[in-house]
C-alpha cells in the first residue's frame, strides 16, 4: 500500500484516538505521520514501525531517534490471513509525556 492509500486509515484511527499522533506504514512502502488532522509526511518511518515490521508483534517503548524521541510509542503490527506482519501502525502515547 502507498502513503496515500493509507493515509484515510490514518486519519480515522488519529480521531478514534482522542487526537494523539499516528504513524502508520506498509512492510514495502514508507506511509504517513499525521498530527493536528492532517498528515504532516507521506513518507515517514520510525524506529517503532521498523520494529515492529521485523519482529511483528505489539511494542511498547520510547523512540531513540526521530520527530517522537523519548515519547512512549504503542505499535502493532496489521497481519495478513497467515499472519504475516503486512504493515504497522503506531500511537504516540501524550499521556505519558508530561503536556
Known sequence: MTS?????L???IFHLMDQFPVTMRSKNRKGV??????????EYTGPVLEKTLA???VIREKPTWGPYKGIPVIC????????ECV?????????????
Request: charged fraction near 25%; charge should be negative.
Open 55 to 57: 519482529i511483528n508483534e
Open 76 to 83: 502493532s503490527p496489521l497481519r495478513n490471513s497467515k499472519g
Open 33 to 42: 505521520r499525521v498530527e493536528s488532522g492532517r498528515v504532516l509526511d507521506n
Open 10 to 12: 490514518a486519519l480515522a
Open 4 to 8: 496515500e492509500e493509507i493515509a484515510p
Open 87 to 99: 504493515a504497522a501502525i503506531g500511537v504516540i502515547d501524550l499521556r505519558h509525556t508530561g503536556a
